[in-house]
């Protein structure tokens, strides 16, 4: 009976390292594919600006009009010419977990 309860407490220590390890890191995430054109906080680089005129600045305006699944919905989309559908670079969890950074994102004080 006891070597059974610390087995199965070792196969849950697995499973919950597992999910811990398997949870996207919404940061890394957004650094690697929306930094380049929206900025390190959300704010464009004046070239992205002056390149894509339509582009958006992630603010409190911004989130308030954009829910964190209609920023879903764009990421597996696209929109436009300039905004790229991500559907076949990132899982549903992965573009779910990017939208509440972008969400974050408008909360933090910007310079
Ligand atoms: C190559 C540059 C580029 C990259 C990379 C990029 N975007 Fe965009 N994004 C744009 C442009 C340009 C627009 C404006 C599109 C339009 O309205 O025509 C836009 C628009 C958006 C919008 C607003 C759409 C709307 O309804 O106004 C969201 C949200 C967004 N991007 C999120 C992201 C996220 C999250 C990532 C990373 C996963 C990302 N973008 C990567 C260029 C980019």
Redesign the pocket.
């Known amino acids: 009976m006891r070597k059974m309860l610390i087995g199965l407490a070792l196969v849950t220590a697995g499973l919950v390292h597992r999910a811990a390890a398997q949870a996207p890191d919404a940061k890394a ?2 650094d690697a ?6 900025g390190v906080l959300g704010t ?1 680089p004046k070239a ?1 600006k002056e ?6 600045t ?1 603010n409190a305006e ?1 989130i308030a ?2 829910s964190i699944d ?2 879903v919905t ?2 597996r989309k696209g ?6 559908s ?1 559907k076949t ?2 899982t549903p969890a992965e ?1 779910a977990a ?2 509440g ?2 969400h974050e994102l408008a909360t933090k004080p910007r310079p």
Do not use: R, T, W
Not at 51 to 56: D, F, M, N, P
Not at 79 to 84: A, L, S
């Open positions: 995430l957004y594919n929306c930094k380049k054109c929206h464009p992205m390149q894509y005129s339509k582009i958006a992630f911004f009009k954009h209609s920023i764009i990421l929109k436009g010419e300039d905004m790229k991500f670079k990132m573009m990017v939208a950074y972008v």
